[in-house]
């Protein structure tokens, strides 16, 4: 019974975040919005759980899930190499079995216009894979590389190494590492070095 309240909770915080983007003049670039809050959400679900529950749900939910604001700033070094970021760990939980994954997540673009601060990838990762949000690591990694997209880049690549517990501890219950990218821009070309560099970084 209780197994079942949680889990009727939990796909719920599928919805995203809101993030808005902004340019250094303020020009409001993009935005996610989500339909409701996950306060909004937890409070409906409020009567098939325990008041304890409820409170510390709210809390999780509240740490992993603020809005935050990106903003975007001019490439006045005119920066024309790859800025990567490499090894951000996180937890994540995995929509098919509600259980847990370890993800390591790499982050490479070369910039044209724009450029972001460095704890921003970070901020970017968090928003998809998180402890409260049931995912797949697919469309995380897709969905990262959708917001990279939005500094208008020459090229970016994200690559997850994802190692699920579901697949590990249960079921065929062989530990492994799923590994997924998405690649854009001038990473995609052949003969291009970038993507091959990017690799070299994450072997
Ligand atoms: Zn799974």
Known sequence: MRRDNIYSITPSFTRPTRVKWYSRDNRNLSRIHSNKTNMEIIKEK????GK?????????????????TLRLFKNEEKYDQMIAQVGIEVMALCEHHLLPFQCTVNIAYIPSGWIMGLSKFARI?????????NTVQERATQQIMNQLKKLKPKGAMVVIKGTHSCIGYRGIRKPSVTITSAVYGVFKENNNGARQEFLQLIK
């Open 46 to 49: 409020k009567k098939d759980l």
């Open 52 to 68: 304890e529950t409820v409170r510390r749900l709210s809390g999780v939910s509240t740490e992993f899930n603020k809005s935050f």
């Open 125 to 133: 990762v968090e928003l998809y894979l998180n402890p409260t949000i």
